[in-house]
């Protein structure tokens, strides 16, 4: 008799079990599962108001989570607060511009640290993508273009070399050519292990670098599957609907 190999499972380095929230008496998530796996890029669409933006600070404790569970690398993280995230490997670039204006941006990266022994390292990571922050440091961040102040969000949820990254809605507004220069960071940190959930709304961007995908409708999941040639129309079908 022939052995029969099991198949291993892979623990998904993000999973959502039947996850609810929302603000007040209103539930935004909707029993939500999910799983996003180790070590890919995953592009989480829908229209607006549909509860990405919502999903994603439930993820990383800026909302609680009313019921279900979320669990990160098997353990369950749902009561934990961001900071607990945070030493996890989390990191979040969200929507809202988060950036200290009047700070400089060498100032805005070293917040995303709890210490400065780990900022040349961090600095020295980020130029590899963004290399004109390396000659700008100085510089005031609101004195930036849009498309600089995005790049230096990404730029600092970059700086601990994150296990997980959240990314919400990074493209809008931009230039094809500042786009480019994130697809071509997003791809590199994925090459190097980084694990990527990322709402977005501009297609072409992000079914070129995803590798699964879902699309979110009232709070739940509609639909999902990986990356393929029918992706963009299944998408858009959704989008119009």
């Known amino acids: ?9 892979t623990t998904a380095k993000l ?9 007040g008496h209103v539930e935004i998530i909707k ?10 890029i995953f592009a989480l669409m829908g229209k607006n108001g549909m509860g990405k933006t919502t999903l994603l600070k439930t993820i990383v404790g800026l909302l609680p989570a009313r019921r279900g569970r979320i669990l ?24 809202e511009q988060p950036l200290f204006q009047d700070l400089s941006i060498r100032d805005n990266l070293r917040l995303a640290l709890p210490s400065d022994k780990a900022l040349a390292a961090g600095l020295e990571r ?9 000659d700008r440091l100085a510089q ?26 959240l990314i919400d809605e990074i493209s ?8 480019e220069r994130i697809a071509a960071a997003l791809k590199d940190e994925r090459a190097n292990g980084t694990t990527i959930l990322i709402v977005e ?41």
Do not use: C, N
Not at 172 to 179: C, S
Not at 214 to 230: C, E, F, R, S
């Open 172 to 179: 809008e507004g931009l230039q094809p050519t500042v786009i």
């Open 140 to 165: 005031k961040a609101g004195t930036l273009s849009g498309g600089e102040q995005k790049m230096l969000i990404i730029a600092r949820a970059m700086m601990t070399e994150p296990d997980l990254l």
């Open 126 to 134: 980020v130029y590899g993508h963004f290399p004109f922050l390396a």
């Open 72 to 95: 990160l690398d098997g353990a369950d993280v749902t009561k934990r607060g961001p900071k607990a995230l945070v030493d996890r490997g989390v990191a979040y670039a969200p929507q």
């Open 1 to 9: 008799m022939s052995e029969v190999l099991e198949t291993p499972v």
């Open 31 to 40: 029993d939500l599962s999910l799983e996003v796996r180790p070590g890919e």
């Open 15 to 23: 999973a959502l079990e039947g996850v609810t929230s929302g603000y």
């Open 201 to 241: 709304q501009h297609l072409a961007f992000v079914l070129g670098i995803a590798d699964r995908w879902a699309v979110m409708k009232l709070g739940q999941i509609d639909d999902a599957g990986a990356i393929g040639p029918d992706t963009e129309a299944r998408v858009l079908e959704h989008l119009r609907l």
